[in-house]
């Protein structure tokens, strides 16, 4: 019977054992699929990122008027040192401010403040 016994026993922990393993490997499928949606995260990012970042650079002249009020309203004493524009008509504009900042605005085409980043120099 001890022989009997010991099959028996080894016989369960190979399923134990398969049982484990396959939880495991569930367990490792999951964390891989978190892994690829993280991946497919990022990659959406950073194709807002470079949509975003799609701009062509422009004249300061060329910027429109109601875009050059809003800026010298918010960033009182700045200066338009470059301007880009994208397809949607958003402005990205980098000024120098009075007190020796960097600023990058970021606006939609009717002006409104979408983003405003200072960059002390």
């Known amino acids: 019977m001890n022989a009997q016994t010991d099959k028996e026993t080894t016989a ?3 399923q134990n ?3 484990v393993e396959a939880q495991i490997e ?3 499928d999951i964390d891989q699929d978190a892994v690829m949606s993280e991946e497919n ?3 959406v990012q950073e194709s807002a990122v470079d949509a975003v970042q799609d701009y062509k650079e422009v004249k300061t002249s060329e910027v429109p008027q109601n875009i050059k009020e809003v800026v010298a309203k918010t960033q009182k004493g700045a200066t338009i040192s470059k301007a880009y524009v994208n397809a949607e008509g958003e402005y990205k504009l980098q000024l120098a401010t009075a007190d ?3 600023v990058t605005v970021l606006t ?3 002006g409104q403040l979408i ?3 200072i960059k002390k120099q």
Do not use: F, P, Y
Request: hydrophobic residues 35%; proline residues 0%.
């Open 12 to 14: 369960m922990n190979v």
């Open 17 to 19: 054992k398969t049982a």
């Open 26 to 28: 569930s367990n490792l």
């Open 41 to 43: 995260v990022e990659a």
């Open 100 to 102: 020796g900042k960097n």
């Open 108 to 110: 939609d085409a009717n």
């Open 115 to 117: 983003q405003n980043e």
